[in-house]
């Protein structure tokens, strides 16, 4: 049974990851044509970064990916703090409604998220309403959810008797979070962080029902290609994005196997003390 799980998992991860794999093959070749390998060449690598448009794109949408992940960080991790203090049947409901958007099909929050803008331009007595600040209030709202449910694992782990030590040991409320619970959660903070980025980083739906022609990201203006003969150059691109999050993805994953190793240690200690 176990040789059996083994081969569907491998057969699983190769239907992931050949899409990928051609695509960076495709990125070296030296001909336009996919299905034909003409020769080895970093020709199309040199004409991505000379296109200052394709890169000025991937500037927006960093730009946007780096401030939703910063700020739904930061939002989230307060909500995370209020949710784990709710106790019973409220609790229960907060968490249903943090699934939700998480659950929702993309395009359904794009068109809602579209029709709040429009509503609120209405208000506003404008027609230019959607454009950066929009999208960035887009992102954030789709961001929020991984990061709250990164930072509850943490914390429901953590030992409430530290906060506890740390007010009879003379900390006000606001020092016994800074030096102990902001501590103790920090791996999730930093798990749902990354997340928030590379979700935001890759977003298409949403983006593109609240995008204006001001600001556009890299994703919506791809998908203005996907309508005529793709340059190699854009497979150079996705490459490179690629690699960027598939090294953010190890890295969250490192980070969660230290945490954790470093709580099975402290456990160790705890039942050695208590014996």
């Known amino acids: 049974m176990r040789k059996v799980n083994r081969v569907f998992t491998a057969l699983v991860f190769i239907f992931l990851y050949i899409p990928m794999i051609v695509l960076a093959v495709a990125s070296?070749?030296?001909g336009t044509d996919i299905a034909v390998f003409s020769g080895f060449t970093f020709d199309q690598y040199k004409e991505l970064f000379?296109?200052?448009?394709?890169?000025?794109?991937?500037?927006?949408?960093?730009?946007?990916?780096?401030?939703?992940?910063?700020?739904?960080?930061?939002?989230?991790?307060a909500a995370a703090l209020g949710i784990h203090s709710m106790r019973g049947r409220l609790r229960s409901a907060v968490m249903t409604m943090t699934n939700i958007p998480m659950t929702n099909p993309e395009i359904v929050t794009g068109v809602s998220m579209a029709l709040l803008f429009a509503f609120v331009g209405i208000l506003l007595r404008?027609?230019?309403?959607?454009?950066?600040?929009?999208l960035l209030i887009a992102h954030i709202t789709f961001n929020l959810p991984y990061v709250i449910l990164?930072?509850?694992?943490?914390?429901?782990?953590?030992?409430?008797?530290?906060?506890?030590?740390?007010?009879?040991?003379?900390?006000?409320?606001?020092?016994?979070?800074?030096?102990?619970?902001?501590?103790?959660?920090?791996?999730?903070?930093?798990?749902?962080?990354?997340m928030a980025f590379t979700m935001s980083l890759d977003d298409f739906v949403i983006s593109y029902f609240?995008?204006?022609?001001?600001?556009?990201?890299?994703?919506?203006?791809?998908?203005?290609?996907?309508?005529?003969?793709?340059?190699?150059?854009?497979?150079?691109?996705?490459?490179?994005?690629?690699?960027?999050?598939?090294?953010?993805?190890?890295?969250m994953n490192l980070?969660?196997?230290?945490?954790?190793?470093?709580?099975k240690k402290a456990h160790g200690l705890q039942k050695e003390v208590g014996r």
């Open 28 to 30: 070296f070749n030296k």
């Open 50 to 77: 000379r296109d200052k448009h394709l890169l000025s794109l991937l500037g927006n949408s960093v730009i946007i990916a780096v401030l939703s992940s910063l700020v739904a960080t930061v939002m989230g991790t």
């Open 126 to 134: 404008t027609n230019a309403v959607l454009g950066f600040w929009t």
């Open 150 to 194: 990164n930072v509850m694992p943490k914390l429901s782990q953590m030992d409430p008797d530290l906060t506890e030590a740390a007010l009879d040991l003379g900390c006000t409320p606001v020092q016994a979070f800074f030096k102990v619970v902001l501590h103790e959660i920090m791996p999730g903070i930093l798990s749902g962080a990354l």
């Open 210 to 251: 609240v995008t204006g022609s001001g600001f556009v990201t890299l994703p919506v203006e791809i998908y203005s290609y996907t309508k005529k003969p793709i340059q190699p150059k854009v497979y150079a691109m996705f490459t490179l994005i690629f690699i960027t999050i598939l090294l953010l993805m190890v890295v």
């Open 255 to 263: 980070m969660q196997a230290r945490d954790k190793t470093k709580r």
